[in-house]
């Protein structure tokens, strides 16, 4: 499975956006990128997926560079409940359907 | 409310003991999953199927056993040949999306802490 590197922590203030990076620079052609978050002692929640173009859902943006090599999930206004470990995986079409996290980025939102 | 249940959220295990760890889901999902995650760490996968009466080992399956006799139901047991079990374990499904798998996207329940006494 190709990988995925994250910063372990970062740290944003209350109403302001959120930039989390993710490199991916071994990404395969038919590899998905996919952004989970889990909040203390919860499970992993779905927050947005993609593969060549920008996406936009409720909860999130993914903003994927040109050459598919690093991505960045957008938060566009974080709340304290945005507080959570984010991963970033990629996911191919192939026969294996599990999800390979890494250890993903803390991120700590300030009041 | 569709969803998926685990239970119970907290199970203790005495040495040599076997226990076994619930997981149901009414999303009409096929395929389910078990990861175990150890605190500060990401999530490992345990076993997983894709149709009933069928599952593949993961990552981490020695010492855990697992059936699917129902599509809703993925029971995963904990032996005692599993010497560390203390952990979070998680269990997802996802919608088999034949030619698509990259796009399938999962749903955790909200996990059992097993604790060894």
């Known amino acids: 499975d190709a990988k995925t590197t994250q910063p372990n922590s970062m740290e944003s203030n209350e109403e302001e956006p959120v930039h989390l990076p993710c490199n991916h620079s071994?990404?395969?052609?038919?590899?998905?990128i996919h952004w989970y978050r889990q909040l203390p002692s919860q499970g992993p929640e779905y927050v947005i997926h993609?593969?060549?173009s920008n996406v936009n859902n409720r909860m999130a943006s993914l903003a994927i560079a040109e050459d598919r090599k690093s991505s960045t999930l957008i938060l566009h206004r974080a709340t304290l409940r945005d507080a959570a470990v984010y991963y970033c995986?990629?996911?191919?079409?192939?026969?294996?359907?599990?999800?390979?996290f890494g250890s993903g980025t803390q991120l700590t939102v300030l009041p | 409310d569709g969803g998926i249940t685990q239970s119970p959220k907290y199970l203790f295990r005495k040495e040599g003991q076997n226990v076994t760890l619930s997981c149901e889901q009414n999303?009409?999902?096929?395929?389910m999953y078990w990861y175990r995650q150890d605190p500060g760490q990401g999530l490992r996968l345990i076993y997983y199927?894709?149709?009933?009466?069928?599952?593949q080992k993961g990552d981490i399956a020695e010492g855990y056993s697992v059936s699917r006799e129902k599509k809703e139901s993925f029971p995963l047991t904990v032996t005692s040949a599993q010497k560390n079990p203390t952990a979070f374990y998680l269990c997802?499904?996802?919608?088999?999306?034949?030619?698509?798998?990259?796009?399938?996207?999962?749903?955790f329940g909200p996990g059992t802490r097993l604790l060894v006494l």
């Open positions: 999303l009409n999902h096929d395929a």
């Open positions: 993609g593969l060549t």
């Open positions: 071994t990404i395969s052609g038919t590899d998905y």
């Open positions: 199927s894709q149709i009933v009466n069928d599952f």
């Open positions: 997802a499904s996802s919608m088999m999306r034949l030619g698509l798998a990259g796009s399938e996207t999962q749903y």
């Open positions: 995986i990629l996911k191919s079409s192939g026969s294996a359907r599990q999800l390979t």
